[in-house]
């Protein structure tokens, strides 16, 4: 099974927690042998589930939205960024220079387009932003591709 992800970043410590033990579950509901994750290894949602599956025995495929993504992201997540790119199995590209919201939707849609279904971190709110998470969701649902929302039971984000 190849498992996309999706999800809003910069969530409280108790929300990460909860949605921490949510993916876990998510998880534990699949064959490890056969699980692949396919995430583009944000900070958030998209590094703690590729974590939790390689922790499963899973495997990883990452998806770079841009040559500057790694820089755009926070620099105390490069350590956790460079861990998960060496255990990547395979790396795909949008083939984009500049790590805009543009890119990040199309490194999004290349997620989408190789997974099987999407696990999507999601309030159930419109994005702040194109290429935020309800814009994925959308894309997937529009491409046929199911997607499992995670959110848990009274939760916000700032």
Do not use: N
Not at 134 to 153: F, K, N, S, T
């Amino acid at each position: 099974m190849r498992l996309g992800i999706t999800g809003h970043r910069g969530l409280s410590p108790q929300v990460e927690a909860q949605v921490r033990a949510d993916l876990t579950k998510v998880i534990d509901a699949f064959d490890d042998e056969d699980l692949v994750a396919i995430s583009c290894i944000a900070d958030g949602p998209d590094s703690w589930f590729a974590q939790a599956v390689l922790e499963q025995g899973g495997r990883l495929e990452a998806v770079i939205p841009a040559a500057e993504y790694r820089e755009s992201l926070p620099d105390w997540h490069h350590p956790v960024y460079d861990e998960l790119m060496a255990r990547a199995v395979d790396v795909h590209d949008t083939g984009m220079k500049e790590s805009t919201s543009q890119a990040h939707q199309a490194g999004s849609e290349i997620v989408v387009g190789l997974a099987d279904q999407m696990i999507a971190v999601w309030d159930g709110q419109p994005a702040r932003g194109y290429g935020g998470t309800a814009d994925v969701v959308a894309y997937a649902r529009r491409v046929g591709v199911p997607v499992h929302i995670v959110w848990p039971e009274g939760a916000t984000r700032d």
